[in-house]
């Protein structure tokens, strides 16, 4: 339902076939009609099939020379929460039960591939309808929502209601998109112009409720929006028998891993000694993971897991800033903070001025100072520019 609605708000819907079939035959997208709406249905063919995580993982970078390599980054991290979910609720298992099944493969990649091909700068998504009732799958019968979708949708940061079906309205499947969509592309709504609206259809149609999803692409507008949040779990532990040289080490693989950040505090620990806090800030989905890789890199016995911190980020993003200094022209990498529509912080990246200062023989500061003014100053005439009632 999800790549349905998303290709009837005009999504590429030649690039989002063309990325699911790579997995599944050729898949069908056709319009039908739920309860008096005209929605667009898309079904993959695909035969049911039960696999692990690391099966799934090996028929998506199978299917990377199809599908966009930001749409397939998406779909692993989709099916990374969805694992996350199962394990929760059944602990260490071997197989994905409908969740690893080629349409579900192929509905996740379409989802993505159609997300990004709309170029869209954030995700805002609104209260999801779970369902109520009992349903029936593979693990037998359970309650609505399923304990998946429940764990996926907890600590998410999305909000839900039960809505009035006595039915699942929501799969795992559909939670995991949702969650990661907003994760990746964070946003909140003020007021907004509608730019185009399309519903997905799913494969129920009872006679008086349209089993659709509905999606709109807007245009903000209006006062400016609430800084943008997500939700992340701060993970901790105490060590006093680890080197500073061990600790920065371990700090760098915890980034590469996926950390949000990474820091280690000094802290006087009992019996006097001297130890460090090391903090790790994860997304929910890595939780579990990186506290492995805390506890294998560190040796510590135990890592606390503050659940679902709420935080909120500003836009970000990256700017190659040219400026003089010591004589030569040079450019650097600055990354940009927005808040209200404007660049309010700038900081150019420390790896590249460092590098620049060995170069020109120069101290590292000076370099940072350099590509900092040269940056606002650019900014500054940007703003002119876009405004010149301001002079």
């Known amino acids: 339902m999800i790549t349905a609605a998303l290709i009837a708000c005009g999504a590429d819907r030649e690039r989002v076939v063309a990325a699911m079939r790579a997995v599944v035959a050729e898949p069908t997208v056709e319009t039908v009609d739920r309860a008096g709406i005209q929605a667009t249905r898309v079904h993959t063919h695909a035969p049911p099939e039960h696999r692990t995580l690391a099966d799934v993982e090996k028929r998506l970078d199978g299917a990377a020379p199809e599908v966009p390599a930001d749409a397939l980054v998406m779909a692993h991290r ?172 371990a700090l760098a693989r915890f980034m590469a891993a996926g950390a949000r950040d990474a820091s280690a505090t000094p802290i006087l620990m009992k019996k006097g000694r001297p130890g460090y806090l090391v903090t790790v800030i994860v997304p929910p989905s890595s939780s579990a993971s990186l506290a492995r890789l805390m506890a294998r890199e560190l040796g510590t016995l135990g890592v606390r897991c503050i659940p679902a911190i709420h935080r909120f980020t500003a836009e970000r993003t990256m700017a190659d800033v040219n400026f003089m200094i010591g004589g030569h022209t040079r450019h650097l990498p600055v990354k940009c903070g927005w808040m209200d529509g404007s660049i309010y912080t700038f900081k150019a990246e420390f790896d590249a001025a460092r590098d620049l200062a060995e170069e020109l023989g120069m101290p590292v500061r000076d370099v940072l100072r350099a590509a900092q003014e040269a940056a606002e100053e650019q900014a500054g005439k940007r703003r002119e520019q876009d405004d010149p009632g301001d002079r």
Not at 106 to 130: F, Q, R
Not at 144 to 166: M, V, Y
Request: proline share 6%; with cysteine; hydrophobic share 45%.
């Open 78 to 249: 989709v099916f990374v929460r969805l694992n996350a979910a199962e394990e929760t609720v059944h602990g260490a298992h071997v197989h994905f039960h409908e969740v690893g099944a080629d349409d579900a493969i192929a509905d996740v990649i379409g989802a993505c591939t159609a997300l990004l091909s709309l170029g869209v700068e954030g995700v805002a998504v609104l209260p999801v309808a779970l369902g109520s009732g009992t349903a029936t799958g593979s693990h037998g019968r359970f309650p609505i929502p399923a304990p998946a979708t429940a764990a996926i949708l907890t600590g998410s940061g999305l909000t839900a209601f039960p809505g009035d079906d006595e039915r699942e309205l929501c799969t795992p499947t559909g939670a995991a998109l949702l969650a990661e969509f907003a994760a990746s592309l964070p946003t909140s709504l003020s007021t907004y112009t509608i730019l185009a609206v399309g519903y997905g259809a799913g494969t129920r149609d009872p006679q008086h409720t349209p089993n659709v999803l509905r999606a709109m692409v807007v245009e903000t507008t209006g006062a400016p929006a609430a800084m943008p949040q997500d939700t992340v779990d701060l993970l901790e532990t105490n060590v006093d028998d680890v080197s500073g040289e061990v600790i920065g080490e």
